[in-house]
């Protein structure tokens, strides 16, 4: 029998392409991307509105499938799943920050932290509360648990959102423009909150339009018209 193939890298594409069929015809978002990013790196993704970053870091969360092409993550094969078999994956291995917080307004930030729990069937239902407060300490706000996302401010709502992306202890966080709604000092926060989180083992990959920002990560990676432009380790950062 076959020895069965083991990539290491925490993120492992080769030769992907995406293509969109719309009205006007074909687009090619994605034309061959080869991208590796090792366990621990704090990658992020920049380039202009249109050029793939968002469909790039879609397939990497398993949100979008590619045309062609093998992603690997986390030592799966991602693009040979079914689509129970990837919401069942990506529900433990990955964790997705989104601009808009998207917590639950009628649950208190300590419930919206448990979800992932409840949805994956992680940790014994007794324990989740405890692990949930946890998490919350973890990304300073604990003394938040017991309030409504209304009583927060943004950059709380946004550490509550990270708290429950590591609710089941995923191996890659994805975050897409995180402070995108955060004041200059709120966002550096938040970025600093990533940096801990990688020195801690975790595989950060954050889609930004601020290069500041950027370039408080290990690497930068430009994406431009489908392809990759550059990658290209932030000074002192390299692994």
């Not at 076959?2 to 687009?27: C, H, Q």
């Not at 973890?138 to 927060?152: H, M, N, Y």
């Not at 975790?202 to 489908?226: N, P």
Request: proline share 4%.
């Amino acid at each position: 029998m076959p020895v069965p193939e083991i990539r290491a890298d925490a993120i492992d594409l080769s030769a992907v392409r995406k293509v969109y069929v719309t009205g006007a015809g074909e687009f090619e978002a994605l034309k061959g991307i080869d991208l590796r990013v090792k366990t621990g790196e704090f990658v992020a993704v920049v380039g202009k509105s249109g050029s793939g970053k968002s469909t790039l870091i879609n397939m990497i969360a398993g949100i979008d499938r590619p045309t062609s092409g093998e992603v690997w993550v986390a030592g799966t094969p991602v693009h040979t799943l079914t689509e129970n078999q990837i919401a069942v994956w990506r529900g433990r291995t990955v964790g997705v920050v989104f601009q808009f917080f998207q917590l639950l307004p009628t649950l208190t930030a300590l419930e919206n932290v448990m979800i992932p729990m409840d949805f994956c069937n992680v940790h014994a239902a007794k324990e989740r509360p405890d692990r949930a407060m946890e998490l919350l300490e973890l990304v300073g706000v604990g003394e938040q648990a017991d309030k409504l996302p209304s009583g927060l401010s943004g950059g709380e709502q946004q550490r509550v959102a990270i708290a429950r992306s590591l609710a089941n202890d995923p191996a890659l966080l994805v975050a897409d423009e995180p402070t995108g709604n955060l004041d200059d000092q709120t966002a550096s926060s938040v970025i600093d909150l990533f940096g801990d989180l990688a020195s801690r083992g975790k595989t950060i990959l954050m889609v930004t339009h601020d290069l500041d920002l950027a370039r408080r990560g290990s690497r930068i990676v430009t994406v431009a018209a489908g392809h990759i432009e550059s990658s290209s380790f932030v000074k002192g950062a390299e692994l």
